[in-house]
T-cell receptor, first 115, second 116 residues
């Protein structure tokens, strides 16, 4: 069974640009969450999608957005990139939403560098 | 809000030493607790979990017990190996108010290095 796939693995962008990251969850999983990992702030929750609807959102500015498609694949977008957006962005998929004992499976992440 | 505090790292041990990484939490409701491990250049892998008080999660020789009275979930292993070198994250997921289990709150991570 294929795991969580994130593309691209590495990305270099210039300040002010925008970027779109993609995540394909494990087959049959309907919930996708996104996290930002930086050395200073650690792992921080960005948002969670289930059935194409955002169910939870972390404390990030509106420049960070996401969406989920009917096949459960998800994308996140960061507009007007800042140097501080440089991070490893991790996607996690889980079976459902609000279910007991569900566990999150993580992808390998997308390493974004803003120059 | 929810929070997780891990012991300060990094931790350096010799092979076959005993490992403890402390983790305490603050949460509303009855959270589920997890330990994730991250190897260099990779994403997070679930190491073990516990979903209710007094549950013991275990995997690959690692164990952690959900202690509600002390709000703790310490990770232990009796004999570490060089291959255990990685970053370990304690995390919680709370379903208070119907919030889904998809939102994880992580500790800051503990770097473990095991020398031969």
């Amino acid at each position: 069974k294929a795991g969580v796939t994130q593309t691209p693995r590495y990305l270099i962008k210039t300040r002010g640009q925008q970027v779109t990251l993609s995540c394909s969850p494990i087959s049959g999983h309907r919930s996708v969450s996104w996290y930002q990992q930086t050395p200073g702030q650690g792992l921080q929750f960005l948002f969670e999608y289930f059935s194409e609807t955002q169910r939870n959102k972390g404390n990030f500015p509106g420049r960070f957005s996401g969406r989920q498609f009917s096949n459960s694949r998800s994308e996140m977008n960061v507009s007007t990139l800042e140097l501080g957006d440089s991070a490893l962005y991790l996607c996690a998929s889980s079976l459902g939403w609000g279910e007991l004992n569900t566990e999150a499976f993580f992808g390998q992440g997308t390493r974004l560098t803003v120059v | 809000g929810d929070s997780v505090t891990q012991m300060e790292g990094p931790v350096t041990l010799s092979e076959e030493a005993f490992l403890t990484i402390n983790c305490t939490y603050t949460a509303t409701g009855y959270p589920s607790l997890f330990w994730y491990v991250q190897y260099p250049g990779e994403g997070l892998q679930l190491l073990l979990k516990a979903t209710k008080a007094d549950d013991k999660g275990s995997n690959k020789g690692f164990e952690a017990t959900y202690r509600k009275e002390t709000t703790s979930f310490h990770l232990e292993k009796g004999s570490v190996q060089v291959s255990d070198s990685a970053v370990y994250f304690c995390a919680l997921s709370s379903n208070a108010g119907g919030t889904s289990y998809g939102k994880l709150t992580f500790g800051q991570g503990t770097i473990l290095t095991v020398h031969p």
